[in-house]
Nanobody, 121 residues
Framework: QVQLVESGGGLVQPGGSLRLSCAAS??????????MSWYRQAPGKERELVAT????????DYADSVKGRFAISRDNAKNTVYLQMNSLKPEDTAVYYC????????????WGQGTQVTVSS
């Protein structure tokens, strides 16, 4: 069973930076075989896709709202995916999650606890 543990969140002022980590385990195949994504859910809103990285890390994609500010990366040797967040805005406040998306809109992993990011002065 795939387990995902997010960390690195916290309280930061607008314009600040945070680096989130997601440690994954329990995949059927090697971690390097899976596309990984970061998602976030703000209070009262649906979970939204933030960033995606291909299995080998050669290609990334971002939501328009974070392009140019966030960067997703992965270390397949450590079964870990990262999200570097710069120039943070109050509207980035949310619980951030990672998961491995699969065809049909489902996911390989169960949703973890996520990590809270709060951007406030």
């Amino acid at each position: 069973q795939v387990q995902l543990v997010e960390s690195g969140g916290g309280l930061v002022q607008p314009g600040g930076s945070l680096r989130l980590s997601c440690a994954a385990s329990g995949f059927t195949f090697r971690f390097s075989a899976y596309v990984m994504s970061w998602y976030r859910q703000a209070p009262g809103k649906e979970r939204e896709l933030v960033a995606t990285i291909t299995s080998a890390g050669s290609s990334t994609d971002y939501a328009d709202s974070v392009k140019g500010r966030f960067a997703i990366s992965r270390d397949n040797a450590k079964n870990t995916v990262y999200l570097q967040m710069n120039s943070l805005k109050p509207e980035d406040t949310a619980v951030y999650y990672c998961n491995a998306p699969r065809a049909g809109g489902s996911y390989y992993g169960r949703w973890g606890q996520g990590t809270q990011v709060t951007v406030s002065s």
